[in-house]
């Protein structure tokens, strides 16, 4: 376990990051501190964070549930002979879709398949993401071809794979994006594995498949 002093420097990062509107600390908050579970990035980044959740969010990536009990665990293995180490928990998975306009991305995201931007970064913008419930795709920006050709066509290349739960949600969605215009690469069919899906085509030409059961 590590010592005291780096527990405390380590709060005093997450509250300094907090503060900054550093992007990616918002996803620790949120896996880490339960009532910031349900709020997006902007949300958690806007709220009230103080010292004291800091300290909270080091307890808990530490298996402590607050931080006077994570204090109270390392005064009593400061001498200990071994260490351990807790196992690490992956909490999430974001896209990163290559585009050539930032804008021109948000707008078809959140006008054509009713994401909404949770943030732009850069002045011109060079990156951002978009989400809708639990699916995240973040947007970078490229000034020339990443694949050849059209590869990503011919061979079916996707950017990012999103899954709803049931089956009438994902045929929902198709007839929703089929009225809203979207162009589809795929449209909605059973898989022999068992699943139903379809294949959006962005502007960029990034392929994003939607999978649900099939019954």
Not at 159 to 176: N, P, R, Y
């Amino acid at each position: 376990m590590p010592n005291i002093e780096n527990l405390r420097k380590q709060a005093k990062q997450y509250l300094r990051w907090h503060r900054e509107r550093y992007y990616p600390v918002a996803a620790r908050i949120r896996a880490a501190l339960p009532r910031f579970r349900d709020m997006r990035d902007l949300e958690i980044l806007e709220s009230n964070f103080k010292l004291a959740d800091a300290q909270e969010l080091v307890a808990r990536q530490m298996g402590f549930d607050r931080w006077q009990a994570l204090i109270s665990g390392a005064d009593a293995m400061s001498d200990a002979p071994k260490q351990t180490t807790s196992r690490s928990v992956l909490t999430s998975i974001e896209a990163q879709l290559f585009v050539a306009n930032i804008q021109s991305s948000c707008d078809f995201y959140t006008s054509k398949l009713g994401f909404a931007v949770a943030f732009v970064y850069g002045d011109p913008p060079f990156y951002g993401q978009v989400v809708r419930d639990c699916a995240r795709l973040n947007l970078r920006l490229v000034g020339e071809p990443v694949f050849s050709g059209d590869i990503r066509k011919r061979e079916g290349l996707l950017s990012a794979s999103i899954t709803v739960a049931t089956a009438s949600e994902i045929k929902q969605l198709f007839l929703d994006y089929q009225a809203a215009g979207v162009p589809f690469h795929q449209a909605l069919k059973k898989e022999p594995w068992g699943a139903r899906t379809f294949v959006v085509s962005d502007p960029d030409e990034n392929l994003i498949l939607f999978a649900g059961p099939a019954d």
